[in-house]
Protein backbone atom coordinates (compact mmCIF):
# COMPACT_ATOMS: atom_id res chain seq x y z
CA UNK A 1 0.00 0.00 0.00
CA UNK A 2 1.48 3.15 -1.58
CA UNK A 3 1.53 6.66 0.66
CA UNK A 4 0.79 9.93 0.37
CA UNK A 5 2.85 12.77 1.83
CA UNK A 6 -0.26 13.90 4.34
CA UNK A 7 -0.32 9.86 6.36
CA UNK A 8 2.42 9.28 8.82
CA UNK A 9 4.83 6.59 8.40
CA UNK A 10 4.17 3.67 10.60
CA UNK A 11 7.89 3.58 11.82
CA UNK A 12 8.12 8.14 12.07
CA UNK A 13 8.17 7.40 15.88
CA UNK A 14 10.55 4.86 15.75
CA UNK A 15 7.95 1.50 16.50
CA UNK A 16 7.08 -0.92 13.99
CA UNK A 17 3.60 -1.40 12.15
CA UNK A 18 1.38 -3.10 14.57
CA UNK A 19 -2.18 -4.41 14.74
CA UNK A 20 -4.52 -2.27 16.81
CA UNK A 21 -4.59 -4.82 20.13
CA UNK A 22 -0.90 -5.08 20.03
CA UNK A 23 0.32 -6.86 23.53
CA UNK A 24 4.48 -5.79 22.57
CA UNK A 25 5.48 -3.36 21.03
CA UNK A 26 8.50 -3.50 18.92
CA UNK A 27 10.64 -1.17 17.25
CA UNK A 28 12.13 -0.96 14.39
CA UNK A 29 15.60 -1.28 15.12
CA UNK A 30 14.76 -4.43 16.93
CA UNK A 31 12.57 -5.88 14.43
CA UNK A 32 15.33 -5.16 12.07
CA UNK A 33 17.72 -7.45 14.18
CA UNK A 34 15.24 -10.04 14.24
CA UNK A 35 14.60 -10.14 10.23
CA UNK A 36 18.36 -10.72 10.11
CA UNK A 37 18.22 -13.29 12.66
CA UNK A 38 15.24 -15.16 11.02
CA UNK A 39 16.90 -14.97 7.78
CA UNK A 40 19.58 -17.69 8.37
CA UNK A 41 16.87 -20.05 8.82
CA UNK A 42 16.25 -22.51 6.36
CA UNK A 43 12.60 -22.05 6.54
CA UNK A 44 12.67 -18.46 7.46
CA UNK A 45 9.10 -17.26 5.29
CA UNK A 46 7.30 -19.38 8.03
CA UNK A 47 8.55 -18.14 11.28
CA UNK A 48 7.65 -15.86 14.01
CA UNK A 49 9.03 -14.87 17.06
CA UNK A 50 7.75 -16.85 20.17
CA UNK A 51 8.45 -14.35 23.05
CA UNK A 52 7.45 -15.88 26.37
CA UNK A 53 8.40 -15.12 30.17
CA UNK A 54 11.20 -17.59 31.62
CA UNK A 55 11.01 -17.43 34.69
CA UNK A 56 8.48 -18.55 37.92
CA UNK A 57 6.48 -16.12 40.14
CA UNK A 58 8.18 -13.75 42.71
CA UNK A 59 11.47 -14.02 40.26
CA UNK A 60 12.73 -10.95 38.38
CA UNK A 61 11.36 -11.38 34.25
CA UNK A 62 13.15 -13.47 32.50
CA UNK A 63 12.61 -13.99 28.74
CA UNK A 64 12.43 -16.87 26.07
CA UNK A 65 13.08 -15.55 23.18
CA UNK A 66 13.00 -18.46 19.79
CA UNK A 67 11.55 -19.01 16.36
CA UNK A 68 8.44 -21.23 15.87
CA UNK A 69 6.11 -21.82 13.11
CA UNK A 70 3.37 -19.73 13.56
CA UNK A 71 1.07 -21.43 11.73
CA UNK A 72 1.51 -24.20 14.42
CA UNK A 73 1.22 -21.90 17.21
CA UNK A 74 -1.04 -23.45 20.08
CA UNK A 75 -4.91 -22.88 19.79
CA UNK A 76 -4.14 -20.61 23.15
CA UNK A 77 -0.99 -18.53 21.99
CA UNK A 78 -1.70 -14.97 21.14
CA UNK A 79 -0.08 -14.11 17.78
CA UNK A 80 -0.13 -10.54 16.03
CA UNK A 81 1.65 -9.02 13.34
CA UNK A 82 3.86 -6.29 13.53
CA UNK A 83 5.72 -4.93 10.68
CA UNK A 84 6.41 -8.51 8.61
CA UNK A 85 6.71 -10.15 11.43
CA UNK A 86 4.43 -12.75 13.62
CA UNK A 87 4.96 -12.36 17.13
CA UNK A 88 3.47 -15.39 19.60
CA UNK A 89 3.02 -15.09 22.79
CA UNK A 90 1.69 -17.78 24.92
CA UNK A 91 -1.48 -17.20 26.87
CA UNK A 92 0.20 -17.55 30.66
CA UNK A 93 2.64 -14.76 29.08
CA UNK A 94 0.31 -11.94 27.87
CA UNK A 95 -0.62 -10.18 31.17
CA UNK A 96 2.52 -9.89 32.31
CA UNK A 97 4.06 -8.29 28.91
CA UNK A 98 0.65 -5.78 27.82
CA UNK A 99 2.62 -2.89 27.38
CA UNK A 100 6.18 -4.14 26.47
CA UNK A 101 8.48 -3.21 24.40
CA UNK A 102 10.99 -4.89 22.43
CA UNK A 103 14.29 -2.79 21.65
CA UNK A 104 17.60 -3.25 20.63
CA UNK A 105 20.75 -0.96 20.71
CA UNK A 106 24.25 -1.56 19.72
CA UNK A 107 25.89 -2.35 23.62
CA UNK A 108 23.01 -4.46 24.66
CA UNK A 109 21.32 -6.14 21.53
CA UNK A 110 17.77 -7.53 21.97
CA UNK A 111 16.14 -6.10 25.01
CA UNK A 112 12.73 -5.38 26.57
CA UNK A 113 11.19 -2.91 28.72
CA UNK A 114 8.56 -4.35 30.44
CA UNK A 115 6.43 -1.75 33.18
CA UNK A 116 4.89 -4.91 34.65
CA UNK A 117 5.98 -7.22 37.71
CA UNK A 118 6.45 -10.34 37.84
CA UNK A 119 3.50 -12.29 40.13
CA UNK A 120 3.89 -13.23 43.81
CA UNK A 121 4.96 -16.59 44.35
CA UNK A 122 2.06 -18.41 46.53
CA UNK A 123 3.62 -19.60 49.74
CA UNK A 124 1.71 -22.02 51.42
CA UNK A 125 0.51 -20.60 55.04
CA UNK A 126 0.58 -17.09 54.27
CA UNK A 127 -2.22 -14.97 53.62
CA UNK A 128 -2.54 -12.11 50.93
CA UNK A 129 -5.96 -11.20 50.60
CA UNK A 130 -7.17 -9.51 53.83
CA UNK A 131 -7.61 -6.35 55.02
CA UNK A 132 -3.58 -6.55 56.79
CA UNK A 133 -2.58 -7.51 53.31
CA UNK A 134 -4.87 -4.32 51.70
CA UNK A 135 -2.96 -2.05 54.04
CA UNK A 136 0.94 -3.31 53.93
CA UNK A 137 0.48 -3.70 49.75
CA UNK A 138 -0.70 -0.08 50.01
CA UNK A 139 2.54 1.34 52.09
CA UNK A 140 4.38 -0.50 49.23
CA UNK A 141 3.09 1.35 46.56
CA UNK A 142 2.68 4.84 47.93
CA UNK A 143 5.80 4.66 49.81
CA UNK A 144 8.46 1.85 49.88
CA UNK A 145 8.11 1.68 45.83
CA UNK A 146 8.94 4.81 44.87
CA UNK A 147 12.02 5.27 47.09
CA UNK A 148 13.34 1.95 45.94
CA UNK A 149 12.76 3.32 42.05
CA UNK A 150 15.66 5.30 42.29
CA UNK A 151 18.01 2.06 42.44
CA UNK A 152 15.89 1.05 39.91
CA UNK A 153 14.40 -1.65 42.07
CA UNK A 154 10.89 -2.77 43.95
CA UNK A 155 9.35 -5.18 46.42
CA UNK A 156 6.28 -7.32 45.74
CA UNK A 157 4.38 -8.42 48.75
CA UNK A 158 3.95 -12.31 48.87
CA UNK A 159 1.36 -12.41 52.38
CA UNK A 160 1.74 -12.52 56.31
CA UNK A 161 2.00 -15.20 58.38
CA UNK A 162 -0.96 -14.01 61.07
CA UNK A 163 1.92 -13.19 63.99
CA UNK A 164 2.94 -9.88 62.39
CA UNK A 165 5.70 -11.17 59.60
CA UNK A 166 5.27 -9.94 56.10
CA UNK A 167 7.16 -11.59 53.42
CA UNK A 168 8.32 -10.09 50.00
CA UNK A 169 10.37 -10.63 47.72
CA UNK A 170 12.77 -7.89 45.69
CA UNK A 171 13.04 -7.23 41.95
CA UNK A 172 14.49 -5.10 39.66
CA UNK A 173 17.73 -3.31 40.29
CA UNK A 174 17.58 -4.10 43.93
CA UNK A 175 17.56 -8.20 42.86
CA UNK A 176 20.89 -9.66 43.52
CA UNK A 177 22.30 -6.71 45.05
CA UNK A 178 24.72 -6.63 47.46
CA UNK A 179 22.83 -3.83 49.83
CA UNK A 180 19.50 -5.11 48.91
CA UNK A 181 19.38 -7.26 52.54
CA UNK A 182 20.51 -4.17 54.32
CA UNK A 183 17.84 -2.31 51.83
CA UNK A 184 14.98 -4.48 53.14
CA UNK A 185 16.13 -4.61 56.84
CA UNK A 186 16.35 -1.02 57.30
CA UNK A 187 14.41 0.56 55.09
CA UNK A 188 11.46 -1.31 54.02
CA UNK A 189 11.29 -2.76 57.33
CA UNK A 190 11.29 0.54 59.28
CA UNK A 191 8.80 1.75 56.61
CA UNK A 192 6.14 -0.32 57.43
CA UNK A 193 6.58 -1.33 61.10
CA UNK A 194 5.84 2.26 61.01
CA UNK A 195 2.84 2.38 58.61
CA UNK A 196 1.16 -0.55 59.60
CA UNK A 197 0.99 -1.88 63.72
CA UNK A 198 0.17 -5.21 63.48
CA UNK A 199 3.47 -5.86 61.52
CA UNK A 200 6.52 -6.17 63.36
CA UNK A 201 9.06 -7.17 60.88
CA UNK A 202 9.58 -8.59 57.49
CA UNK A 203 11.30 -11.18 55.33
CA UNK A 204 12.59 -11.55 52.29
CA UNK A 205 11.59 -14.53 50.34
CA UNK A 206 14.03 -13.53 46.60
CA UNK A 207 16.87 -16.26 45.86
CA UNK A 208 19.24 -13.26 45.13
CA UNK A 209 21.54 -15.88 43.93
CA UNK A 210 19.33 -15.21 40.61
CA UNK A 211 20.01 -11.27 39.98
CA UNK A 212 21.63 -10.63 36.96
CA UNK A 213 21.68 -7.06 36.72
CA UNK A 214 21.94 -5.26 40.23
CA UNK A 215 22.25 -1.47 40.78
CA UNK A 216 25.08 -1.64 43.12
CA UNK A 217 28.25 -3.92 41.94
Given amino acids: MSQNDDM??????????????????VTESALEM??????SESDADTLGLRLAIAS???????YDLSFEEFLTAAFTDEVRTIGDMKVIIPADSVEFLKGAVL??????????????????????????????SAEVEAVLASDVNPAL????????????????MAYLTMGGGCHGCSMSKATMLDGVQ???????PAITGVRDLTDHSTGSNPYYN
Fill in 8 to 25: KSPFADGAAAATDDTIVE
Fill in 34 to 39: IRDLRS
Fill in 56 to 62: APGEDFR
Fill in 103 to 132: DHNEAQGLVIRNPNRPAAPMVDGLTSDDEL
Fill in 149 to 164: ASHGGFVTYVGHDGEG
Fill in 190 to 196: TMLVEAV
